[in-house]
Each structure stands twice: as C-alpha cells, then as structure tokens.
C-alpha cells in the first residue's frame, strides 16, 4: 500500500516542542485515527518534533487538517516554530525518515597524548658540599 505522508515539524522555540508533544499528542492522534491515518510516528529530533502521518488518500489528510483539535493544536505553535508539508523525514523532506550521518572522526586516528611526568617519592639528593680541589666521591 503506497501512503501519502504528511509531516507536522514543530522546533523548540519560547518553550520546548516536547511540552506542545505531550499537551496535543491524544487529540491529534485521536483525530488521525478517525480520519483514516494508517501509519503515524512521533520522532524527537535535536531541534524539536517531528509527527509523521501516513493516510491512504490526500483527501483524508485534509479531512485531518481541517478538524478543530488539528486546527487548535497547530495555532498553539508560534508561526516561526511550525513547518507542515507533504513528506518524512523532518526539515529533509525526504520520502523516508533521514539517515543519521557519520560520527564525526569515526575511523580517524587518535591524537598523540604526551605521557605524564613520572611523580618521584622524594627530591633528588644533592651532592654533599665539597672544597675546592676536592673529589665529593671520597668526601663521607
């Protein structure tokens, strides 16, 4: 079955995407359910949520769009927090979600790490004091 993905991105702004996630999550899942969604997935993302729905039919997302908990739900959000558009895979746009890239230096060498000094017991002996002319190795 072949799925219209609609994605519904809110970035954390004066407060953080999680606490709109957790005050809207039922409603909008609720509504998604009666509305012919047939896959759905929360994703937290570095910069905020990602809700990530999955209809049979374009006409049922905008069903979804234009029910009063969606509409209320999405006017909680400031307009420079909110993307909504067709697709996964957060602010990618991708057809599925985005691959998490390389590590950065995975597989790179390790710095050279100088060794420690070695930590002595007590200060080094200083020869014992000698004339002038004197050999120390025999004064005792």
Known sequence: MDLSWWSIEVRDGEHPA?????????ALIEAAVTHGVRDWTWRSEDFGVVFELGFADASDWERFRQLPAVVAALDAVAPDSLYVYRGRGGSAGAVQPRRRGPLPGL????????????ILA??????????PGEDPLLVA
């Open 18 to 26: 999680r606490e709109w996630r957790d005050a809207h999550s039922a």
């Open 107 to 118: 597989g790179a060498a390790a710095l050279p790490i100088e060794p420690e000094p070695p």
């Open 122 to 131: 007590r200060p080094p002996l200083e020869p014992p004091f000698t004339r």
